[in-house]
């Protein structure tokens, strides 16, 4: 038998306020449990997997994260970009090449990594 993911897990300093920034990128709901000022958040993502933040007392370090999300919009990469960061995220390094290929590096409110990579139109269409 083999393993699947079930959730994704985010130390936070606020875990509520983290948690809502996910939800705006995701365009999904925090699970109607949870409330401001919780040591414990998800966010469900459907197929049984869920995002989880959880409350810790100590900020990020600023070592680069052991692991991190990559993300495929279903717009361009360049306008999630743009959208991402209008929702808060900071932008770290810009690998897109000249011929369209590449990625971005953001960080969410707190500074966690992730990556927007092409969405598969753009993959399919090189």
């Known amino acids: 038998m083999a393993s699947r993911i079930h959730n994704v897990s985010l130390n936070a300093l606020d875990a509520y306020g983290l948690a809502e920034f996910w939800a705006k990128v995701y365009d999904k709901q925090i ?3 949870d409330k401001p000022g919780d ?12 995002m989880f933040f959880q409350q810790v007392p100590e900020a990020k370090t ?3 994260n ?5 993300l495929q919009p279903d717009t361009t990469r360049d306008e999630e970009v743009e959208r991402l960061q209008g929702l808060g995220a900071k932008l770290l390094d810009d ?3 000249p011929d369209g290929t590449g990625w971005v590096v953001l960080a969410d409110p707190e500074g966690n990594e ?6 598969a139109a753009e993959r399919a269409a090189t």
Do not use: Y
């Open 62 to 64: 600023p070592l680069r």
């Open 95 to 97: 690998f897109r090449r």
């Open 39 to 50: 040591p414990e958040v998800a966010i469900d993502l459907g197929g049984g997997m869920n």
């Open 66 to 70: 052991r692991m991190h999300i990559c």
């Open 31 to 33: 699970d109607e449990v």
């Open 114 to 119: 992730f990556c927007v990579e092409r969405s």
